[in-house]
């Protein structure tokens, strides 16, 4: 990214009651940046956005801001403004007036106002709204007045701290594609916050994803997903097989009782590895010609393709297929070695990888409970 730095964090903790939540943090937010804090919850993820927007102070390190720290300087005095997941929009002011209130704080010219209202109105499509009484609009148009009260200042920052998370699922995928246009017409820095690793790799241009206070990888939405660091970013990053291996030699993996042909390399000989490979990387061929064999465990339909769950020597694998594989059928796995991604043993080794247990309700569930958390 040629953008200039913005916003440095360095060396950045912060405890609660003796319970360390980050620990350490270094990173560097670029100008016109959209950049993702990924992680599940607990991770550390709302207190950075809130050191940044001023609502927390570090306990260490310091937070710089176009060059200046700003450590000490309270949140309204900060070019940063932010969007909560409880939108706290003014239920006794009509659109109009929720959007203008922090220009009218400033004394803008009324001509000015209603200008610039008009502008925040066609960039959030509520042409229109500006009438309406909060109570009458939807959650969707709601967090649309939020966004358009917050970026009618001109902050050089915008913080989003899980915005879409009481929206349903088709109106969060829309208003993705609409916060990302938003973000390239304004040239605002967004700083975003989720645990939904979907609307961070459609969303972002930068992603960093975080576990237990620390920072885990830092990257594209492409890098993180094709190229994770560790077992733990592999799993919280889409689905993945996670498998023991060792390297034997260069562009040669070992694991599942097999050779594999790689594309990695400097990894000491006869290193212990983890094998990430991703189900829509799997081709499910006869079991004759197959490089692994093993027996459909489960079947689940899901629409433009199929997830099938494998047994391969004890070890369940994920993969998703669009040709239709009956439930206890025997069939061949092939795999490209572009399919397969060496990874360094991390202290999240062993803790991900296998389906055995899976279950979409359990998946669901802990989504929920997170979203819980987080509120």
Request: hydrophobic letters at 40%.
């Amino acid at each position: 990214m040629n953008q200039e730095i913005l916003i440095q964090l360095k060396h950045i903790s912060k405890s609660f009651d003796g319970e360390t939540i980050l620990n350490g943090i270094d990173l560097d937010i670029h100008d016109k940046e959209f950049i993702t804090f990924l992680g599940p919850s607990g991770c550390g993820k709302t207190t950075t956005l809130r050191i940044i927007g001023g609502f927390e102070t570090p306990d260490e390190g310091d937070v710089i801001f176009d060059g200046k720290r700003i450590n000490d300087i309270p949140a309204y005095q900060r070019h940063i403004n932010t969007v909560f997941q409880k939108y706290a929009l003014f239920p006794h002011l009509n659109v109009f007036e929720n959007i203008a209130f922090g220009l009218r704080l400033k004394h803008t010219p009324e001509q000015e106002i209603v200008r610039q209202v008009k502008d925040m109105l066609a960039l959030v499509n509520l042409k229109g709204f500006e009438r309406r009484k909060i109570a009458t609009l939807s959650g969707g148009q709601q967090q649309r007045v939020a966004i358009a009260r917050a970026l009618i200042n001109r902050p050089k920052v915008l913080l989003l701290d899980e915005p879409l998370g009481a929206l349903d699922l088709k109106l969060r995928k829309d208003m993705q594609v609409e916060l990302k246009n938003m973000q390239k017409q304004t040239g605002i820095t967004f700083i975003y916050v989720t645990h939904d690793q979907e609307e961070a790799l459609s969303m972002s241009d930068t992603v960093v994803v975080m576990a237990d206070g620390c920072i885990q990888q830092i990257g594209t939405p492409t890098d993180i997903y094709n190229e994770p660091i560790n077992a733990f970013v592999a799993d919280f990053i889409g689905e993945s097989n996670i498998l023991d291996g060792t390297m034997p030699e260069d562009f040669r993996a070992s694991f599942a009782g097999h050779v594999f042909e790689c594309l990695d390399s400097g990894f000491a000989k006869g290193d212990a590895v983890d094998i990430v490979i991703r189900p829509e990387d799997v081709d499910v061929v006869a079991p004759e010609v197959g490089m692994l064999r093993g027996q459909v465990s489960g079947v689940t339909f899901k629409g433009d393709y199929y997830e099938i769950i494998v047994d391969v020597c004890g070890f369940k694998w994920m993969i998703e297929t669009s040709d239709y594989v009956a439930p206890d059928a025997t069939i061949g796995l092939h795999i490209e070695p572009d399919a397969i991604h060496v990874m360094k043993k991390s202290k999240y080794s062993n803790m991900f990888g296998d389906y055995s247990s899976f279950s979409e309700e359990f998946d669901e569930l802990s989504d929920a409970e997170a979203e819980e958390v987080e509120e």
